[in-house]
């Protein structure tokens, strides 16, 4: 480690301003990766198994209709959530601004836990009509103002104590919380469908699963969310934070200064995150109500548990490659390593009609499992490559007084445009003209955040203290 300095000194500037990050940093790192590890985890843990559910489970006990129906209905409040995750950052971004990190993401996850565990609680639309798909809205909302509190928290809470030269390394540990949350919803789903012979065709109500084995990961996340509190209760606040407060940095109303001063870094971290946000859920949610679904609704047909166990091996590619990305964003630059990324992203949504048709897949027993395990692998890669960097990129493009707001607004304004609405517009395109039409979603997607990289500056070399100070 370097020696001591302080960057208000005369001759300091020679050196990183981002060091006092690094000098000042009493809690141990080890400690620091945990809790932003830890809580972004649990955070996706319990939007995702929400996500699982939409497309298995809720379609059957909260809404009423045909199988296209009810799935449509169930996909569109998954997407309240999405609504809602703009207004969280606002909200938890105005405090973590103004009050500090540490206490922000405690707010947070007690918001998505407690909301969590309620929908656990939810009785269903057989046992009170309309009132039960409404409160599951509403529930979904707030796991959404969750969500959108914690990301940009976990983000600075990583990159505002890097070392030098490593932000995006350091900065890709919230990062996997993504992937590992993920691995822990499906896989507990998983477990539980395997212990309760629970299979994705079954209509019956009365199935012990669709009664009360579907609420256990939902009553679980109460424990998860125990041991975040307690981890993330132990930090203290960044040093870059406090040290912006000290120079009497803070903002009245950060909401208003960051989009007075920096309202085009917020369309460009907003298209930035656009084709990252859209490949994610056509890899995780899209594709797991195409492929269980019926022949009727355009899906594959795929056993529910033959599925899930797919999804679990695909994403460990997402987790692998989370960190690969952000040693090459730190080598290679932000820009230049996301614009290859996003032209690969762009070329396999192309390719969309050669993987997933009908008569490429088989029907029944002749699925091709092995190229449906290949199309998820190589999703879930480029998933990790650009998902990697974003807790880097996002939070360099605002000062350090309005950062936490300004990446959250940008990072839950492209969850609208890049994930609320995908799954619900692609189960429309696969109905309407083929699978084909999603992958060309997909590319266009692509095209948009192509544009906002080659508009966007190289913030690797940026101070992310000298920034606030200006």
């Not at 990766?33 to 995702?48: H, N, P, Q, R, V």
């Not at 703009?86 to 103004?98: Q, T």
Request: aromatic share 12%; glycine share 10%.
């Amino acid at each position: 480690m370097s020696t001591s300095v302080d960057p208000s000194v005369p001759g300091a500037s020679k050196r990183k301003a981002d060091d006092v990050a690094d000098e000042n940093l009493t809690v141990p790192r080890r400690r620091i990766i945990m809790a932003s590890l830890i809580g972004t985890t649990i955070e996706f843990y319990d939007f995702y198994i929400y996500a699982t559910a939409a497309v298995s489970i809720f379609p059957l006990l909260f809404f009423y209709g045909d199988e296209g129906s009810a799935l449509l209905a169930s996909m569109a409040t998954f997407g309240a959530a999405f609504v809602a995750r703009p207004l969280g950052a606002i909200i938890f971004g105005h405090y973590g601004d103004k009050v500090g990190r540490k206490a922000t993401l405690v707010g947070a996850l007690l918001t998505m836990g407690i909301a969590t565990f309620l929908i656990g609680t939810l009785p269903t639309y057989q046992q009170i009509g309309l009132w039960a798909p409404a409160m599951l809205t509403i529930l979904r909302f707030c796991q959404g103002l969750g969500l959108g509190g914690e990301w940009s928290g976990a983000a600075l809470l990583a990159s505002e104590t890097a070392r030098p030269g490593k932000r995006a390394q350091a900065a890709m540990w919230p990062q996997l919380g993504a992937p590992f949350g993920f691995m822990l919803a499906n896989g507990l789903f998983l477990l539980l469908a395997t212990l309760f012979s629970y299979d994705s065709t079954a209509t019956d109500l009365n199935d012990p699963f669709l009664v009360w084995g579907w609420r256990l990961p939902f009553l679980l996340s109460v424990i998860m969310v125990a041991v975040g509190l307690y981890v993330r209760l132990r930090i203290e606040e960044t040093p870059v934070f406090a040290k912006a407060m000290a120079g009497n940095e803070r903002v009245k109303a950060p909401i208003g200064e960051v989009f007075r001063r920096n309202w085009w870094e917020i369309i460009l971290g907003t298209f930035i995150m656009l084709a990252t946000y859209g490949l994610f859920y056509l890899m995780t949610t899209w594709v797991l109500s195409y492929a269980i679904g019926s022949a009727e609704v355009g899906g594959l047909g795929y056993g529910y548990q033959d599925f899930l166990v797919l999804q679990i091996v695909a994403i460990t590619f997402f987790a692998i490659f989370v960190p690969v990305a952000g040693r090459l964003a730190d080598r290679f630059g932000r820009r230049p390593m996301l614009i290859v990324v996003t032209i690969a992203i762009m070329i396999f949504g192309l390719t969309f009609r050669y993987w997933l048709s009908a008569s490429s897949m088989g029907t029944g027993e002749d699925l091709n499992v092995w190229q449906m395990l290949a199309f998820l692998a190589v999703g879930m890669t480029l998933m990790g490559l650009t998902f990697g960097p974003m807790s880097a990129v996002l939070p360099e493009l605002f000062p350090t007084n309005t950062r936490y707001t300004g990446s959250g607004v940008a990072y839950n304004a492209a969850s609208i445009l890049g994930a609320a609405l995908t799954p619900f517009v692609a189960a429309w395109l696969v109905q309407a003209y083929g699978v084909g039409a999603v992958g060309l979603y997909l590319a266009g997607l692509g095209v948009l955040t192509l544009i906002a990289l080659i508009l966007a500056p190289e913030t690797s070399k940026k101070s992310l203290y000298t920034e606030a100070a200006k």
